[in-house]
């Protein structure tokens, strides 16, 4: 399980490396020391962790690799000039975004009932992906070893949008915690450091204390859903509305998915770093802006495909433009010579993964992962030739009111004071422009574009972070300047009415935000939380019979119900080994399989660990799949009778009388 003290370790070190070669990098980007602070943590990850993955090609991951790539990172910025001190940043701000922090870090942790059980909230069943934090940390090599499928055993490749995991495994790395403790600090420090960016920006467009504090209280808030559901029904809101998705507010995804909120991240750093490098950077300086730039960009790929990739690649574009063309005529050339110098930083850094996703999608098949259709939003009350018609609209005028009712209307009053000239002055206005570029082309690629490459519309649900991210920090903006004439005789009532409305829609989506606390804390009890409490004895016994490079079989389906959808995920969580066929779950993820190879995989194992298998089935799973190692449980049918103990194959290593047996492979030639 997640070790108290390992975790406490992890969140202070998580700071001190992306925070301290942020902070030096903030300096030189106009920020003042402490608003340096809010700026640190974003700009840190979205530097380090693409440098470090880089050098780690090269030597292997370690210590040395680590340390020396923060401090490369922070070197960097002896070549930009300091700020001088400005307005003074509310510390205050930092600590509420770290409180935050702890709603999508509970959500990972598991809970102790009182019978001993252990309970897990549902956002665990999206962090199964510890498995590849743990690889990474354990052995070292990049790219990683896949741990959920290796053809006849081998080491593998990984796919899969990993840097967000790489950073993890940093921590686990220096730590010596496991990759539990490690996901869940790194969690925190992503939400941390998404709140942060939001009040750092909200500090630059309005400096002072108010705006830095209600761009949090508007991030903060989710969905109008339990509202309307208590005003109108359950039932009437399904008929009325698509169902709740993953396309959600800043807390409920950094729950989830937060490799997908580090990627947002970056990208609004890279937009920050395009608005400075316009600002009239040149020489050496221009040359290490690019270099930050290129970085970023490939911190926002390497951890999401969807937010990273196909979302940036438009809407980072479409703000690369904005701040090419709104800018004088001087300086454009030299500007876009450094953006292209940027872009190639960018792809050779990414080339690697690009590369190995290209060639699993080929080898997947499946055609095509993206397709251009509307995002669903009208239920199932409405004919479905009005739905068809009517859900392009519905996004802006529906979905995103209901989903985002604290930064939605607040955000785009904000960017209004901010283009008419009513507040932030003119600085203001040339971040704002690409700022806003990347927002509204952002919620375009969710609103328009569909991925099929796995079971769920990532691109849909993930695109939209960015907008999220920028909306908050304009809410902040716009709910202060309220507040301030709401202080002024002259505008008092206009200021009133303007604050009592937004904070009304922040109240709105409040009640979600405590729903989506409370499961985190709380998690959800399974039939199958007592046998999981046991587990970790089991895979400490797995851990001493086969090293890190031996594949293992376990039962998919064991302990299904400990999520509401299946996942084997007490290996995935506790056992520090691979597997040679993780489930169809985390293979869609990970493996390079078509969908046919996937079922026929998963049947196999099924029919096995079910008690039905032959020693034909238990032959494929030595030679096809490569497993060196068999773990059998009493909650597996095939207990009893137990194919493998009949079987040359493999040899009894261990067992703990009614609980496992373990096998590892015996040297009989094929």
């Known amino acids: 399980m997640v070790s108290l003290p390992s975790l406490l370790l992890c969140l202070p070190l998580a700071l001190v490396l992306w925070g301290i070669p942020g902070w030096f990098l903030a300096r030189g980007l106009g920020q003042g020391r402490t608003a340096a602070l809010a700026l640190a943590p974003a700009l840190g990850w979205a530097t380090q962790t693409p440098a470090a993955l880089a050098v780690a090609h090269l030597f292997g991951l370690s210590p040395v690799v680590i340390i020396g790539s923060a401090a490369l990172v922070s070197l960097c910025a002896l070549a930009l000039p300091r700020a001088p001190a400005g307005g003074r940043f ?44 743990d690889e990474i940390a354990q052995n070292g090599t990049i790219p990683p070893a896949n741990p959920v499928f290796g053809a006849g055993g081998a080491a593998g490749t990984v796919a899969y949008y990993y840097l967000w995991h790489f950073g993890a495994a940093e921590l686990a790395l220096l730590s010596g ?73 800043l807390l409920y995804q950094t729950s989830w998915s937060p490799h997908h909120v580090a990627s947002a991240t970056a990208c609004v750093i890279a937009v920050l770093l395009m608005a400075r490098l316009r600002a009239g950077s040149g020489g050496g300086q221009g040359a290490v802006l690019a270099g930050l730039i290129g970085l970023s960009a490939a911190a926002a790929f390497g951890s999401s495909l969807w937010v990273g990739g196909i979302t940036f690649a438009l809407a980072g574009t479409a703000a690369a433009l904005v701040v090419v063309f709104s800018g004088p005529t001087k300086g454009r050339l030299r500007f876009l010579a450094a953006l292209a110098g940027a872009a190639l930083v960018a792809l050779a850094l990414v080339a690697p993964l690009l590369m190995a996703q290209i060639h699993a999608a080929a080898t997947r098949g499946g055609g095509t992962p993206l397709q251009l259709t509307p995002l669903p939003v009208l239920g199932p009350g409405w004919p479905d030739a009005a739905r068809a018609v009517l ?117 709105l989506g409040l009640p979600d935000t405590i729903a989506l606390a409370h499961r985190n804390i709380t998690g959800e009890p399974s039939a199958d939380g007592p046998v999981f409490a046991d587990d970790p004895a089991l895979w400490r016994a797995v851990r001493r019979a086969v090293g890190p490079e031996v594949r293992i079989a376990s039962n998919p389906a064991r302990l299904e119900k400990l999520t509401p959808w299946p996942i084997n995920l007490s290996w995935a969580l506790l056992s520090r080994r691979r597997s040679c066929f993780g489930g169809q779950e985390m293979a869609l993820a990970f493996a390079p399989l078509s969908a046919s190879k996937r079922v026929d995989a998963a049947m196999l194992f099924d029919r096995v660990f079910a008690g039905t298998g032959t ?48 096998y590892v492979a015996s040297t009989v030639a094929r």
């Open 90 to 133: 509310p510390l205050l701000a930092l600590v509420v975004a770290g409180l935050l922090a702890l709603v999508p870090m509970l959500g990972v942790l598991p809970k102790m009932m009182p019978d001993g059980a252990i309970a897990l909230a549902s956002p665990i069943y999206d962090h199964a992906k510890i498995i590849l934090i």
């Open 177 to 249: 915690a496991h990759g539990w403790a490690a996901d869940a600090a790194a969690t925190w420090f992503t939400g941390f450091a998404a709140l942060a960016l939001v009040a750092g920006l909200a500090f630059r467009l309005r400096p002072g204390s108010s705006a830095p504090l209600l761009a949090l209280l508007a991030a903060s808030a989710g969905s109008l859903r339990p509202v309307l559901a208590a005003l109108f029904g359950g039932a009437r809101v399904d008929l009325a509305l698509e169902p709740a998705s993953g396309l959600a507010g």
């Open 615 to 662: 020693a034909e089935d238990v032959a494929t799973l030595r030679w096809t799949f490569g497993c060196g190692a068999i773990v059998v449980t009493a909650q597996d049918g095939a207990w009893s009778p137990d194919p493998f103990a009949s079987s040359a194959l493999y040899r009894l290593a261990e067992e703990e009388d009614g609980r496992w047996r373990i």
């Open 391 to 507: 859900d392009p609209l519905a996004y802006w005028l529906v979905l995103l009111p209901v989903e985002f009712p604290g930064i939605l209307f607040a955000g785009v009053a904000g960017l209004a004071l901010v283009f008419a000239g009513r507040m932030g002055g003119r600085s203001a206005r040339q971040i704002a422009r690409p700022l806003a570029a990347l927002a509204v082309v952002a919620l375009a690629v969710s609103a328009t574009l569909q991925s099929t490459a796995g079971e769920n519309n990532d691109l849909g649900w993930r695109a939209v972070l960015p907008a999220v991210l920028v909306l908050a920090a304009f809410a902040g903006t716009a709910l202060s300047m309220a507040l301030f004439w709401a202080m002024q005789t002259r505008r008092a009532r206009e200021g009133r009415a303007l604050l009592a409305a937004g904070l009304a829609l922040v109240a």
